[in-house]
């Protein structure tokens, strides 16, 4: 089945820096990869798409990048501030089998410091 | 964006009662919803999908008996828990999808489920 996996430790970083999570998938080549990001107690909000025909997307402070070789994304946040602090996940969709629907990973908890 | 609403934001009931969990789409018209179950520090799981005025399709192993939905309305999903027991304490959340966005889900803030 469908896998998609997500360093599960947390990332601790100083403000200023730059922060990167990992996305992992297996079984699967999907066409565009999903970013959200969830604070305690909340849902996912939706940050970034990026599609298999790119290799970066970009929005503010965000970068996403996507190797279909690999079968990996990277999220970085550059210029990091304690705001950022959150959970973040990727997802990607499934449309095997006549369903669409969104596979998550558990997400990398990510704290930035002051 | 798109604004999805959860109610009640959390509840709290004793083993054995029935616990219903209303989802709205505020601004837009959904025509499918989705429903998640996650615990702590873990993914969200869909648990089933419904298109507007059709029967849930669920997930393998999600009792449906147990998890109602009922999405009667383009605008209004429900989720009821019924005969709750503590394994059932959880984070649920929804989240919706337009005609218009197929790609895209929009995601209500959640509900906080203790069963005692």
């Known amino acids: 089945s469908q896998k998609i996996e997500q360093n599960s430790e947390a990332l601790n970083i100083q403000e200023g820096k730059t922060a990167t999570l990992t996305c992992n998938y297996t079984?699967?080549?999907?066409?565009?990869l999903q970013w959200y990001r969830q604070d305690p107690g909340r849902g996912p909000v939706f940050l970034l798409l990026i599609r298999e025909n790119e290799k970066e997307k970009r929005k503010e402070r965000l970068k996403v990048t996507f190797d279909t070789t690999l079968k990996q994304s990277l999220f970085h946040i550059t210029a990091s501030q304690p705001a950022d602090s959150a959970t973040y996940l990727c997802?990607?969709?499934?449309?095997?089998?006549?369903?669409?629907?969104?596979?998550f990973g558990a997400g990398t908890r990510l704290a930035v410091h002051p | 964006g798109a604004v999805v609403s959860q109610h009640p934001s959390w509840v709290i009931c004793k083993s054995g009662t029935s616990v219903k969990i209303e989802c709205r789409s505020l601004d837009f018209q959904a025509t499918t919803m989705f429903w998640y179950r996650q615990f702590p520090k873990q993914s969200l799981m869909l648990m089933a999908t419904?298109?507007?005025?059709?029967?849930?399709?669920?997930e393998q192993g999600v009792e449906k008996d147990k998890f109602l939905i009922n999405h009667a309305s383009l605008t209004l999903s429900t989720l009821t828990v019924t005969s709750a027991h503590p394994e059932d304490s959880s984070f649920y959340i929804c989240?919706?999808?337009?005609?218009?966005?197929?790609?895209?889900?929009?995601f209500g803030p959640g509900t906080r489920l203790t069963v005692l």
């Open positions: 989240s919706a999808r337009g005609r218009e966005s197929y790609n895209e889900q929009f």
């Open positions: 079984n699967y080549s999907p066409a565009y």
């Open positions: 997802a990607f969709r499934d449309q095997s089998g006549g369903y669409n629907k969104l596979i």
């Open positions: 419904s298109n507007e005025g059709s029967k849930a399709t669920y």
